[in-house]
């Protein structure tokens, strides 16, 4: 029997949870752990752990692009009556509504707020690239390179409250 032919449900034949939650997704490699520490006695800045750091949001790109390129393909068609409607108007949505809307725009949110961390650490870890520029950038640099991040994951929790 085909995976997607339709079948009478019993509880035996439904799939493994390893099976429903499969992916084929790569898992980003955790960064490494940077140390240059001055055990608390003064703050410092580690330029290549900067670059490290927005190197490994980088590698998040590539991940949750693939996960809104397949969320995007959704189409749930459980049958033709009462029940199986309400569930396709809940799940496929019409427009911007919808599970499936609501997910989109969250992982929308996300990738753009990753990315925005990103660009962000770069123009700070540009700005540290001499000894004299280290101490010149303030705290409020590095609070302005994150305000657009913050709006964005802002959106998060507003995209996903409807579902």
């Known amino acids: 029997m085909s995976k997607h032919e339709p079948q009478q449900w019993q509880e035996s034949s439904a799939p493994a949870a390893e099976q429903v939650h499969e992916t084929s997704m ?51 068609h459980p049958g033709a009556f009462y029940h199986a409607n309400q569930i396709r108007s809940k799940v496929n949505g019409t427009g911007d509504t919808g599970l499936k809307a609501s997910y989109l725009a969250s992982l929308d949110s996300v990738l753009e707020g990753v990315m925005d961390i990103r660009n962000g650490i770069r123009t700070l870890s540009q700005k540290y690239q001499s000894t004299e520029d280290q101490n010149k950038v303030t705290a409020e640099d590095v609070q302005q390179q994150m305000k657009e991040a913050q709006g964005d994951f802002g959106h998060v929790g507003q995209s996903s409250a409807g579902a």
């Open 26 to 76: 790569p898992v980003p490699a955790a960064p490494p752990v940077v140390r240059n520490g001055t055990n608390g006695a003064a703050t410092t800045v580690d330029v290549p752990a900067m670059n490290n750091f927005a190197s490994a949001l980088e590698q998040l790109e590539g991940p949750l692009r693939e996960a809104i390129s397949q969320l995007r393909t959704v189409d749930v």
